[in-house]
């Protein structure tokens, strides 16, 4: 029996995808994938917040149970849980996944990667985590992006690792695991249906014929991206520390706020413009040069 580890990447369409999972968790076994339940979850990540709060040893017992679970009737067991994603960075954790997989009788782990357009993602990545108990700011997201391909945050709920440029860690992935690794792009994934390039992995031509013809489809958009002054309030939230108490009251400070922000770094993009021997000639009229 093979696992497939559907390992994000974060705001690549995860959610539509596990959501389809869940709900057609008998048509898959039919057709001999296995999505098995956690934690009361329509996903996986859970797994990886059990391991980094308590050890392998969760992974260990549940790959067991899944193995058990899935014999005779499937030859593949499908995970997909975004959080997955801080194996391609953190390859300690990765192999002990793999380990533990193995162990339970597995012959084989394969590692799934859903790739998208860098700045696309930091967008949606920005936006999303705004009502996750964390602060961030998007240049920062930019200079981690762009000088270590990966950002560290961390909540209540789980120690992330975001990988913002794959293509940094890929080789590392690649050799420093003993799975195997597939990449698939963001428009291929979202091709047919949802996923659809995952289960073509994973099936026969027969089995994806049989399961698209059975399959309950949802259209409905999951995860819908919040407008900037949603983002920016729930952030400013965060930092303030008043995620019980209701933003209402403050809409209209917020709102100054935001405006005064934009205004500052549209400012600065217009000074930045200005000739260095104007901007002295303005200092100098000023007073504020002699």
């Known amino acids: 029996m093979k696992l497939f580890i559907h390992c994000g990447l974060h705001k690549t369409a995860t959610t539509s995808f596990q959501v389809l999972c869940k709900k057609n968790q008998n048509k898959l076994s039919e057709c001999g994938v296995y999505y098995p339940n956690y934690s009361n979850s329509f996903q996986h990540s859970h797994l990886l917040h059990d391991v980094q709060r308590q050890n392998i040893e969760v992974a260990k017992r549940f790959f067991a149970k899944v193995y058990s679970d899935a014999n005779p009737k499937c030859h593949t067991v499908l995970l997909s849980g975004e959080d997955f994603e801080n194996c391609i960075v953190d390859l300690a954790l990765a192999n002990e996944i793999e380990t533990a997989a193995e162990n339970s009788g597995f012959e084989s782990v394969t590692w799934i990667v859903v790739t998208r357009n860098q700045i696309?993602?930091?967008?949606?990545?920005?936006?999303?985590?705004?009502?996750?108990?964390?602060?961030?700011?998007?240049?920062?997201m930019k200079n981690a992006a762009l000088e270590?391909?990966?950002?560290?945050?961390?909540?209540?709920?789980?120690?992330?690792?975001?990988?913002?440029?794959?293509?940094?860690?890929?080789?590392?992935?690649?050799?420093?695991?003993?799975?195997?690794?597939?990449?698939?792009?963001?428009?291929?994934?979202?091709?047919?249906?949802?996923?659809?390039?995952?289960?073509?992995?994973?099936?026969?031509?027969?089995?994806?014929?049989?399961?698209?013809?059975?399959?309950?489809?949802?259209?409905?958009?999951?995860?819908?991206?919040?407008?900037?002054?949603?983002?920016?309030?729930?952030?400013?939230?965060?930092?303030?520390?008043?995620?019980?108490?209701?933003?209402?009251?403050?809409?209209?400070?917020?709102?100054?706020?935001?405006?005064?922000?934009?205004?500052?770094?549209?400012?600065?993009?217009v000074i930045n413009l200005v000739p260095r021997s104007t901007k002295q000639a303005i200092k100098k009229f000023l007073g504020l040069q002699t």
């Open 120 to 140: 696309d993602l930091l967008k949606s990545l920005y936006a999303q985590k705004s009502q996750h108990g964390i602060v961030l700011e998007f240049e920062m």
């Open 148 to 269: 270590r391909g990966c950002l560290y945050a961390t909540t209540v709920k789980y120690n992330y690792i975001f990988v913002l440029d794959y293509s940094r860690f890929e080789a590392r992935f690649k050799y420093g695991t003993s799975g195997n690794k597939i990449q698939i792009e963001y428009d291929d994934f979202l091709k047919g249906f949802v996923g659809r390039a995952i289960f073509a992995l994973m099936m026969s031509e027969l089995e994806l014929e049989d399961f698209q013809k059975i399959a309950k489809f949802d259209e409905k958009r999951h995860n819908k991206r919040l407008s900037n002054l949603q983002i920016e309030a729930k952030y400013l939230n965060t930092a303030l520390y008043s995620r019980r108490r209701t933003l209402l009251p403050l809409l209209p400070l917020l709102l100054v706020v935001y405006y005064w922000v934009m205004l500052r770094k549209i400012f600065k993009f």
